[in-house]
């Protein structure tokens, strides 16, 4: 779920921060620029855990400002068979439900839909407002859009579910 990325970035230091020791004022930039964003392929930024080398110090001309080659490590976030109660951006496709199961349009929201899984002839709801286990099928990391085309706003990372498995997943309720 957590994992260790090593990146390399050039990074320049304005000229307000030179006072501070290297390390301190390059890892308050770092932490400006990364903390709290998605980087694809590698997921949520946590924290800077810290930082293997500052390389360079060269002041470009009409810059003004030392640039330096940064290698780092991040403490990235990256979900792998979990739930989750912080994150809204999760899919569960049709193909990913457990069989037999169909769609019902719920009567009281026209644009929602519940799912309904036969099992033992017995049904079970799956309504979207319990508490649901899945297990993570893919991570999706879209490409930022140049222009906002739908009403939902642009999500960095999407990640696929899947509720097709031997017992355990879906709804906590089916398993009380």
Not at 10 to 19: A, E, V
Not at 27 to 32: I, M, R
Not at 69 to 84: A, D, Q
Request: with cysteine; proline share 8%.
């Amino acid at each position: 779920m957590f994992n260790l990325s090593k990146l390399e970035h050039t990074l320049r230091l304005q000229p307000h921060l030179l006072g501070l020791p290297i390390n301190e004022a390059v890892k308050g930039e770092l932490e400006g620029l990364f903390l709290d964003k998605v980087i694809a392929k590698l997921g949520l930024c946590i924290s800077v855990y810290d930082i293997e080398s500052i390389d360079g110090g060269f002041i470009f001309p009409n810059e003004g400002a030392p640039t330096y080659t940064v290698k780092f490590r991040l403490i990235m976030f990256r979900p792998f068979v979990v739930s989750l109660g912080f994150f809204d951006d999760i899919h569960i496709p049709k193909l990913l439900m457990p069989e037999p199961s169909r769609a019902k349009p719920d009567s009281e929201n026209k644009n929602q839909v519940k799912w309904i899984w036969s099992f033992n002839d017995e049904e079970y709801l799956i309504d979207g407002y319990d508490e649901i286990r899945f297990r993570v099928q893919n991570i999706k990391f879209p490409e930022i859009p140049n222009e906002q085309k739908e009403s939902k706003p642009f999500a960095p990372m999407e990640i696929i579910g899947s509720l097709v498995s031997d017992g355990g997943l879906g709804p906590i309720s089916w398993w009380v």
